[in-house]
């Protein structure tokens, strides 16, 4: 988790380390910067280097300097990735406090500054042992009353410590987060939070039928669950919930369709980075107690090779009584998924949401920078969370569910096949998953962004938290207006 916390105050300190938040040169002369810094400022920029600091006996000065970019969210990012600049600086120097000054008159840029600032100072440092191993220096971040929108820093805050917590979840190994222990942490938000958690057990998890999460799990030393989460305030705004369904395979060895281990199952610890967006995407919405009435389904298991292990040529029974032929074991994720989607029909949803670390495909198609989406919701609905996905910079690619790709999935003995053969894997595996549904459905496949090899600003090396600040700008701007 992040370390740093924020804190207003009245009037400018007389001293310290500050940050200035600069969109035109001359903000700057009314400050006691001096001709030659100014200079400075503007040879920096005229390089690219959107960040200058200056040392001043024990203290910094840093000017983070943005104009403005051709679109809004454009602009909004770099915001953000100037302040993990800016906390980078701060590390470098051992800054532990630091006065934020926003010279560029728009309150909103101080709510992207601090947000940036507040995701660039995660560490997972819960396995480490020994001094070189320590939280970011950075403890605390001053903002002044008079330049920041209060309430929206404070919001900021909260989804900021969502996100960290999904990050949390995704970086734990296997040794610690078991489907069991997963459910542990799921109550722990839910009680702090407010929000209700019921977990089904293995026994329970049979009497559903859940074909699917049942054959996954068949290899595993531990037992799967399934969790229901649901935060229903007293006047919701949507008459019919929200269903968010999370992937929460805690570990994927592949099962009996092994994986390589070498960049592949050596990072499998995120495939439940679905089941942490979800979870955590809820603890903030609940903590903000928006008027928005949603579930969460988790189903949640490690695919194993162990000596009961479902097998290539199994053919399973799902939840909603559909058989399928399994062909390769590795494709483990649409089929706990596919239960927790029929399970959802109980609740006559408006609009349910997937998303998981399906596919390679996925990744391969539009790599770390975006995620791919598909569905059969409504454009206006679409519509809506591209926007989110653009307001955040968790930007949503629309993948086409043609009705020839049902074709790739026809078997030979079963209603239908866990694979659809060498092409449009993304796609496919949408397609699977569509069969499970007959309400507006939309899945998210976020196996690209979701545990990243190296820092990305804001974004640190492995779990990246995705997910969490996309769906709860959706449920605040699109259901709650």
Known sequence: MSTVRLRFINKIPTAGNSLFLVSHINQLKETEFKKEEIRQVQHALERRHPITWFKDGPHVRIVAFEEGKPESWQTDEAWRKHAAKASSSCEEQGVAS????????????????????????YRFLKYRTGSAYRPNTLKEIRLLKDEADEKAIHETELIATATLKARDLVNEPLSYLTAEQLSREIRAMGKEAGFKVQVFNKAQIKKLKMGGLLAVNQGSPNPPTFNILEWKPPRPRNKQPYVLVGKGVVFDTGGLSLKPTPGSMDMMKCDMAGAAAVACAIYAVARARLPVHVVGLIPATENRPGGNAYAPG???????????????????????????LSYARRYRPQLVIDLATLTGAAARAIGPEGIVFMGTASEAVKKALSES???????????PLWDEYENYLKSDIADIKNIGGPNAGAITAGMFLKKFTDYPWLHLD???????DKPDGYRPKNGSGVGVRLLFDFLKNHVTR
Do not use: K, W
């Open 98 to 121: 630091l006065t934020v000054r926003n010279l560029t008159g728009d309150p909103h840029v101080v709510t992207l500054v601090a947000e940036g600032l507040l995701l660039s100072c």
């Open 314 to 340: 199994d053919v399973l029974t799902m939840h909603n009584g559909t058989t399928v032929e399994v062909l390769n074991t590795d494709a483990e994720g649409r089929l706990i998924l596919a239960d927790a």
């Open 389 to 399: 996905g653009y307001r955040v910079y968790e930007r949503l690619v629309e993948f």
């Open 446 to 452: 976020i196996a690209g962004p979701a545990f990243l």
